[in-house]
């Protein structure tokens, strides 16, 4: 991630180990309410990723044939998964612009030579589709809609061991170097974000909840968000924010005065939104900055000043130097990129960006699949059924944006928020398209309260 970031204290096994049982025994209870194996394993696969991140000391170290834990426990997942699924939804069309990007990162290794990146990033991407899948069959046989509001328990590690960082008093040197972040002994507050922006889009979905127990999650996974500090994530998590808010504030008003209602909500979220921008205005100068004259911050790294490398923590510069090293290739590096996970070879930090990154990999070919993909996936959450549309369509915006300040394609975390997110989004788009083709047909007129689906 971004080394100029310090690594933070970590928890000792005498605080990990006790907060794993007691997280251990809440899975187990959550997890047996959950009526399907595809569901079950989606908690499991989840909740597992979640508490791993705090043993980073442990699962970052190689141990078989120089993979890590973690690595081995991603390939363990997808390999379950495999046998949990039914192997025919491996076929269903969403998933090709996925296929795309896999045939592309086979053709971008071979030709670059680089079979261990091949390797690498084939096992995240069937990480990827295992857990979308599971999603979408979990959905499909959850008539009582219990796998969301039981799914939320599955991101219970990332709360608990934030509280505990608070509590001990074990925060970590914030991304800029200036302040700190709590983030419960994670390597890094990127990811430890996303997870939380994981957690806010599930909880969003959840719609069986009690609102008061939905809200008040909602509530603490969005000040975990703050406390995590990461200026993408709580710049993507807008949309989400802005969305859960308009809809808990119309929720319960005639619909003789939602327009009234609307509009005050609207006018105290823009001011929220101007109070956050005060709070944090020294975070988010620069990204004024850099939208007033993007093209201003894209040009060879050397011509960078002491003033310019300081502007989205470095970021503009990290873009230059790979997209100058992308033209500097040769024609089918153009083409197809230099290889899956090529970054490694040839920089210290990172790309910061899905799009620079998938071009200097993959090349513009790449870039053009992974376009494919999201706006695929994005048209889903257009056509999902009316009470999920406005939330869904506000995650995708919120994944769109999180995708140009970090790479939640390259961090596992990510992966597992975005293959909920399509899974749920493909599910809730054929669930409206064989609705709208029953006799009798009439959508639920209510985001928040799908329960009313008896009465109609």
């Known amino acids: 991630m971004n080394e100029s970031a310090s690594s933070g204290p970590t928890f000792g096994l005498g605080i990990l180990v006790p907060a794993t049982l007691v997280l251990l025994v809440i899975a187990l209870l959550a997890g047996r309410r959950i009526p399907s194996l595809q569901g079950r394993f989606l908690f ?6 979640m508490l791993l991140g705090a043993y980073h000391v442990y699962m970052f170290k190689p141990l078989v044939a120089g993979m890590s834990g973690n690595a081995l426990v991603s390939i ?3 390999g379950i998964g495999l046998l949990v699924i039914r192997l025919p939804h491996l076929m269903l069309r969403a998933l090709l612009p996925v296929y795309l990007i896999m045939m592309l990162v086979l053709v971008s290794g071979l030709l670059n030579m680089d079979i261990p990146g091949i390797m690498t ?3 995240k991407y069937s990480y990827f589709v295992v857990l979308l899948v599971a999603t979408f069959e979990a959905m499909r046989q959850d008539e009582d809609e219990q796998l969301m509001p039981m799914l939320i328990w599955a991101f219970a590690p990332l709360l608990l061991f934030q509280w505990l960082s608070l509590a001990l008093h074990l925060p970590k040197g914030s991304e800029m170097g200036d302040g700190v972040v709590w983030i419960g002994g994670y390597n890094h507050e990127a990811a430890f974000s996303v997870a939380l922006l994981a957690a806010f889009i599930v909880g969003c979905l959840a719609h069986r909840l009690h609102p008061a127990i939905r809200l008040g999650y909602l509530l603490a996974v969005a000040i975990g968000i703050f406390l995590a500090g ?3 994530s709580i710049f993507a998590a807008g ?7 308009w809809a808990a504030m119309t929720e319960y008003v005639s619909p003789s005065q939602r327009r009234v209602i609307a509009a005050t909500a609207l006018m105290i979220a823009l001011v929220g939104a101007a109070a956050v921008a005060v709070l944090y205005h020294e975070r988010f100068a620069d990204m004024g900055t850099f939208l007033s004259n993007p093209g201003a911050l894209i040009k060879p790294p050397r011509e960078f000043t002491q003033i310019d490398r300081h502007v989205l923590s470095a970021r503009p510069l990290i873009w230059s130097e790979y997209l100058y090293a992308y033209m500097d290739g040769r024609p089918f590096q153009i083409m197809f990129g230099f290889g899956p996970e090529s970054w490694a070879r040839g920089f210290d930090v990172y790309p910061h960006n899905t799009l620079i990154g998938t071009l200097y990999e993959l090349g513009a ?3 053009g699949a992974m376009l494919l993909l ?3 996936m994005a048209a889903k959450s257009v056509m999902a ?3 999920d549309r406005p939330m869904l369509v506000a995650a995708h915006l919120s994944f769109f944006l999180l995708n140009f300040g970090t790479m939640p394609f390259w961090l596992m975390e990510g992966l597992a928020l975005y293959a909920v997110l399509c899974g749920y989004s493909l599910f809730s788009a054929r669930e409206n398209l064989q609705r709208r083709s029953q006799p009798g047909w009439a959508d639920y007129p209510n985001l928040f309260e799908p329960r009313m689906r008896a009465a109609l």
């Open 44 to 49: 499991a696969a989840i909740w597992l990723r």
């Open 76 to 78: 363990a997942v997808a």
């Open 121 to 123: 990033v084939m096992v």
């Open 230 to 232: 990461y200026r993408t």
């Open 239 to 245: 949309p989400m924010m802005l969305v859960v808010f």
């Open 365 to 367: 070919v790449g870039v």
């Open 374 to 376: 999201w706006i695929a």
């Open 385 to 387: 059924r009316r009470w």
